[in-house]
Nanobody
Framework: QVQLVESGGGSVQAGGSLTLSCAAS????????MAWFRQAPGKEREGVAA???????SYLDSVKGRFTIFKDNAKNIVYLQMNTLTPDDTANYYC???????????????????????WGKGTQVTVSS
């Protein structure tokens, strides 16, 4: 059983940056796709960014150009670099791993990587105006 632990959340002002981490207890990111999700109170969960084992990426339209997903293979960590944050980015962010890549990877994250085996509990991001 792979454990996922997110970290890096916090409170920032609009325009600021945060880098989230999703650390896995064993190597899963090199064999399956993973994704970052977020959910704000009263809102639907949405896929923010996804990363395939071959390095393909997918981003939610509203975060393209601001967020970057990348991994450190040696540490079994996937990061989500978030720049130019806005209050609309406020949510609990969590990662899913061991997903099935269904592609094509020009589509939105929730469409290209799904059926996750593992989930983290999340880290809160709060952006104030």
């Amino acid at each position: 059983q792979v454990q996922l632990v997110e970290s890096g959340g916090g409170s920032v002002q609009a325009g600021g940056s945060l880098t989230l981490s999703c650390a896995a207890s064993s190597d899963t990111f090199n064999s399956a796709c993973m994704a970052w999700f977020r959910q704000a109170p009263g809102k639907e969960r949405e896929g923010v960014a996804a990363l395939d084992s071959d390095g393909s990426t997918s981003y939610l339209d509203s975060v393209k150009g601001r967020f970057t997903i990348f991994k450190d293979n040696a540490k079994n960590i996937v990061y989500l670099q978030m720049n130019t944050l806005t209050p609309d980015d406020t949510a609990n962010y969590y990662c899913g791993a061991g997903g099935v890549s269904v592609g094509p990877w020009y589509k939105q994250p929730a469409q290209v990587c799904r059926d996750f085996d593992y989930w983290g509990k999340g880290t809160q991001v709060t952006v104030s105006s």
